[in-house]
T-cell receptor
Framework: SQTIHQWPATLVQPVGSPLSLECTVE??????LYWYRQAAGRGLQLLFY??????ISSEVPQNLSASRPQDRQFILSSKKLLLSDSGFYLC???????????FGPGTRLTVL | QKEVEQNSGPLSVPEGAIASLNCTYS??????FFWYRQYSGKSPELIMS????GDKEDGRFTAQLNKASQYVSLLIRDSQPSDSATYLC????????????FGTGTRLQVTL
């Protein structure tokens, strides 16, 4: 069966510090991968998605970037965090070509 | 801007009753529809998917789709306190690869 991992689970960072969140998927090959952010009391906002190694599509201009160095690894980064980057970050995967998405446990980021 | 609209709630139903959750979408070419359940502080988990007009049943859950009215609903029969959560509607629009657009969710409270 497929499993998706995210770490860390929670993170408190000062404004201006860098960020690296990691997501890995097990039990599948060539997945589509997605990064979402869910701000408090708001819906899921798609940040990035990837259909393959090194292939990243950005959905909204922002302070974040994403990379996919390996088939089942997706990384979300920032060079300098802003207060507005606080939120619940979710990684999701889907079978290539299908639209059903499955979410990881998420990382709760607080920027102070 | 492709939109997915949900009443934020809270929707309060007594234990044992039927909970009816509704969702409308703006993209008439939308192809696939999903319901996710999200407990407070947790990541969304897939409940059901529906692709064709009509009803789809899975245990206590029934998804209903009406593409002409651009409307999808989720019925929960014999509601239990454990069903108390936020329910997210997600839609795969036309020409959007495997990307989903999420509604902001309806919070359901099942009372004893």
């Amino acid at each position: 069966s497929q499993t998706i991992h995210q770490w860390p689970a929670t993170l408190v960072q000062p404004v201006g510090s860098p960020l690296s969140l990691e997501c890995t998927v097990e039990g599948t090959s060539n997945p589509n991968l997605y990064w979402y952010r869910q701000a408090a009391g708001r819906g899921l906002q798609l940040l990035f998605y990837s259909v393959g190694i090194g292939q990243i599509s950005s959905e909204v201009p922002q302070n974040l970037s994403a990379s996919r160095p390996q088939d089942r690894q997706f990384i979300l980064s920032s060079k300098k965090l802003l207060l507005s980057d606080s939120g619940f970050y979710l990684c999701a995967w889907s079978v290539r070509g299908l639209s059903t998405q499955y979410f990881g446990p998420g990382t709760r980021l607080t920027v102070l | 801007q492709k939109e997915v609209e949900q009443n934020s709630g809270p929707l309060s139903v007594p234990e044992g009753a039927i909970a009816s959750l509704n969702c409308t979408y703006s993209d008439r070419g939308s192809q696939s529809f999903f319901w996710y359940r999200q407990y407070s502080g947790k990541s969304p988990e897939l409940i059901m998917s529906i692709y064709s007009n009509g009803d789809k049943e899975d245990g206590r859950f029934t998804a209903q789709l009406n593409k002409a009215s651009q409307y999808v609903s989720l019925l929960i029969r014999d509601s239990q306190p454990s069903d108390s959560a936020t329910y997210l509607c997600a839609v795969k629009g036309s020409g959007t690869a495997s990307k989903l657009t999420f509604g902001t969710g309806t919070r359901l409270q099942v009372t004893l």
